[in-house]
């Protein structure tokens, strides 16, 4: 660090060296110096400069800078005449952004609140005009043979006390409807006491209707077709998936895109399928993982996927992610895009190629590793239309698809090894796997699983037809046992088998029913397998209990202690009420014609699909097999 000492004090002037003198060389280099040094401050003066003028322009100039890297690769540079080019341009269009901005502001700042409040509006109104524009101008669906699948008629029982029981659930179905009608029309769900709309947040908070889009195919099959053109009316003008909101996947999989394509089958109405298709499309980027198991959640406008909270080390939930398989296959025969049918053929894949503890699945599954959250498996909540979904994807393929019947197979007799187990009084029940211990405690949602074993009876491995069809009459009469030893003789929403209690809630917590469907879809299963008249008799045991305990003037309401003799109700009519309850009730007392097993599968929430008769046929995408 010399060369400061060299320089001439500031601001002198360097006096002119005397002819020969023999300072000359020094002379020389002081100067150089010197120059060096104002050079130097130059130079910092302008990187300075640069700095500033980075950090301190206006956002959308920065952005314009970050561009350049673009525009360098698109537009040709300064010519070889040296005539400004595109960077001369730029600057240009920076300053005139930059005083549009200023002005623009300065306009703002004028207007009054109402003034700017008319703006936002007009401006939300053109957007959400252009988004259907574009949904109207997408080009239409190719035709399809759409499966003419019978047994879409009356399902008259015959018997006269028979259809005075089915008058009754209709009955029902209408109250529940026309109150949802009266006082919740385009809410999601009802609250009966209050008479107002409900929401939860597996909707995304928004109005969707998910009550008139699941109950359509219910109306549809008791006749009530003034209600069902009413609810078609409402989705023709009201549905619009085009908004700011984060819901769960897998719920409006099963209920608004099962409830859709239902309608659409049993009615023949294009726009349900249109509506089922645009709404599938929102759905997509939900796959959008390094492992292509999809999100639980996505934001319908956005494609912004995240998971639950609450699930294990940030896993999507196997029921989840594992419930989509029947409606993505329907989407991609009904379009010819093969997209739908890639990407649940695609999770089926990666499942295949997992190891499993004990041959069970766990339920979490992160989607970003791909590999297995907490080891808790259940056959009820947060694993249970997995299973469901292996057997029903066999069933509606017309029973080609034996990779999913195998892979039903084997998790189900993993799951009898080691979840399935019988009670001191012989009660059979199926427990929940948590990391190495077997909790004996069964929720009302497993019930399901009787229908499921007496579903998957004909074509299971080793004769066994007969073995699981006893094996869904053991958990029937099980769930039946649940209910029976209530006040209400309504089932609590899970019971244990423990320390000499046998299917009875413990918690407080655990002691709520809200109205939902799983005893009664196994009633109607093992009533259509057996005709038993025993699971027509607790079908109407429950008709009543429901009737008396949950009705209101509002319509139905769920309750909090179904072993309180005076019980307090949670105000909420579920949606899957109307799409599942009512109708599994309905076809408990239908005769069988009223869609037969053979042509139509339910989906997890209860809305039929015709089974497909791909034997001949070839999905397209089906040559990603592997
Ligand atoms: C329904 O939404 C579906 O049946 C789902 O698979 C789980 N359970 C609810 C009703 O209980």
């Known amino acids: ?134 949904e109207a101008a997408a080009p239409p669906l190719p035709p399809v043979p759409v499966p003419r699948p019978g047994g879409v008629d009356d399902g008259d029982p015959g018997d006269p006390r028979v259809r005075e029981k089915r008058d009754k659930i209709r009955e029902m179905m209408k109250h529940a409807w026309d109150s949802y009608r009266q006082y919740g029309w385009g809410h999601n769900e009802l609250k009966p006491l209050a008479r107002k709309g409900h929401s939860t947040n597996i909707f995304g908070e928004c109005k969707m209707g998910a009550t008139i889009v699941d109950a359509l195919d219910t109306l549809f099959m008791m006749g009530l077709h003034d209600e069902f053109r009413d609810g078609q009316a409402w989705i023709e003008q009201n549905l619009d998936f085009s908004v700011n909101a984060e819901v769960s996947v897998f719920e409006v999989n099963i209920r608004f895109i099962g409830g859709l394509l239902a309608a659409y089958y049993l009615s023949g109405q294009e726009v349900f399928k249109a509506k089922a298709v645009q709404l599938a499309e929102k759905l997509l980027p939900a796959f959008n993982t390094p492992t292509g198991i999809p999100w639980a959640m996505v934001n319908l406008k956005s494609g912004v996927g995240r998971n639950w909270g609450w699930a294990s080390a940030g896993s999507s939930i196997l029921a989840e992610f594992g419930t989509l398989h029947m409606e993505f296959v329907h989407l991609t025969y009904l379009t010819g895009n093969p997209a739908y049918y890639q990407k649940v053929m695609h999770i089926r894949k990666l499942l295949a190629k997992m190891e499993r503890p004990n041959g069970l699945y766990p339920n979490y599954l992160n989607p970003r590793t791909g590999r297995w959250g907490q080891h808790h498996t259940s056959v009820g909540g947060l694993g249970d239309s997995f299973y469901e979904y292996l057997l029903k994807a066999w069933l509606m393929s017309d029973k080609t698809d034996t990779e999913a019947r195998k892979t039903y197979d084997d998790a189900v007799e993993a799951i009898e ?105 196994t009633y109607w299963y093992m009533w259509r397998f057996t005709h038993d008249p025993k699971y027509r008799q607790w079908g109407w045991e429950a008709t009543q209990a429901i009737d008396r305990y949950c009705r209101v003037s509002g319509g139905f309401s769920g309750v909090k202690d179904v072993y309180s003799s005076n019980p307090t109700y949670d105000d909420v009519q579920q949606s899957f009420f109307l799409a599942e309850t009512l109708k599994y009730l309905y076809l408990l007392f239908s005769s069988d014609d009223l869609l037969p097993l053979d042509s139509w599968v339910f989906n997890t929430e209860a809305h039929p699909l015709p089974v497909l008769h791909l034997g001949n046929a070839t999905l397209p995408g089906s040559e990603s097999r592997r």
């Open 1 to 134: 660090m010399t060369a400061p000492a060299l320089l001439p004090p500031s601001g002198r002037r360097i006096p002119a060296p005397a002819p020969g003198a023999a300072s000359f060389p020094h002379h020389r280099a002081t100067l150089r110096l010197s120059e060096k040094f104002i050079l130097l401050l130059i130079l910092g003066a302008f990187i300075t400069l640069c700095f500033g003028a980075f950090f301190f322009l206006p956002d959308g100039s920065k952005h314009k800078r970050f561009d350049l890297g673009l525009e360098d690769v698109l537009i040709p540079h300064v010519d070889g005449m040296g005539r400004a080019g595109p960077r001369c341009d730029l600057r240009s269009r920076i300053r005139a952004d930059h005083e549009r901005a200023l002005q623009e502001a300065r306009e703002k700042l004028r207007k009054s609140r109402e003034e700017l409040r008319a703006e936002i509006q007009t401006e939300k109104n053109r957007v959400a005009q252009r988004l259907r524009g574009r």
């Open 417 to 521: 090894r080691h979840l399935i187990r019988k009670s001191n009084s012989g009660l059979t029940f199926i427990g929940e796997w948590k990391n190495g211990h077997l909790e004996r405690k069964m929720g009302h949602l497993t019930c399901f699983a009787g229908g499921m074993f007496a579903l998957g009876a004909d074509g299971s491995p080793g004769d066994k037809a007969g073995h699981y069809l006893q094996l869904g009459a053991e958990i029937a009469h099980t769930c039946h046992e649940s209910y029976d030893r209530t006040v209400l003789k309504l089932g609590p929403e899970a019971f244990k088998f423990d320390s000499g209690l046998e299917a009875v809630a413990v918690r407080q917590n655990e002691k709520y029913y809200i109205l939902r469907p799983e005893v009664i879809e």
